[in-house]
């Protein structure tokens, strides 16, 4: 079970780390706003090119973004930066527990699997074992889902 439970923690540690990313990206944004007095224009946007903002706005707004703050010792495009990389690895980790979930033997994880990866309900993810395993669905309820219980109800605790 110490898998399911590594998966679990990283799971909820990806999500803290992209909400910490979002708040980031947020508050430059706010910054954007406070400056320059327009919502952080699109790439693709026509009024990028057409946009005319004060230059010394934008000095100011450049100055709070590459200002170190003393509690973190990083800049705040430099904290996007790093939350960009720790939520990248995240994924990354997370998508090889994917896979490595998928293809343990054991039932238990199998049916953790086909719940939570994959997407099924409780019921659901216990009849396709079931079916997959040829064996009875009261075997998976009586024998197996007692197993990854905990785990699951952990999950529906954070969301």
């Known amino acids: 079970m110490i898998a ?3 998966y679990n923690d990283t ?5 803290v780390a992209q909400l910490r990313l979002n708040y980031l990206l947020d508050k430059k944004e706010d910054l954007y706003v406070k400056y320059c007095g327009m919502t952080i224009p699109k790439l693709d946007d026509v009024r990028v090119q057409t946009s005319t903002v004060n230059k010394d706005t934008m000095a ?3 100055e709070e973004l590459t200002k170190i703050n003393p509690n973190t010792g990083l800049s705040l495009d430099q904290e996007i930066e790093q939350q960009y990389n720790v939520v ?3 994924k990354y980790y997370l998508n ?3 896979y490595n979930l998928k293809n343990m033997k054991a039932l238990e994880y199998k049916l953790y699997y086909f719940i939570v990866i994959d ?3 409780i019921t659901s993810g216990v009849n396709h074992l079931a079916n997959v395993t040829n064996k009875d669905p009261r075997t998976i309820w009586k024998y197996y889902y007692p197993k990854i219980e905990k785990e699951i109800k952990k999950l529906e605790y954070v969301h």
């Open 96 to 98: 090889l527990m994917d």
């Open 119 to 121: 997407g099924r309900g």
């Open 60 to 62: 100011k707004y450049m």
């Open 88 to 90: 990248s690895k995240l």
């Open 4 to 6: 399911i439970r590594n």
């Open 11 to 15: 799971k909820n540690e990806l999500e």
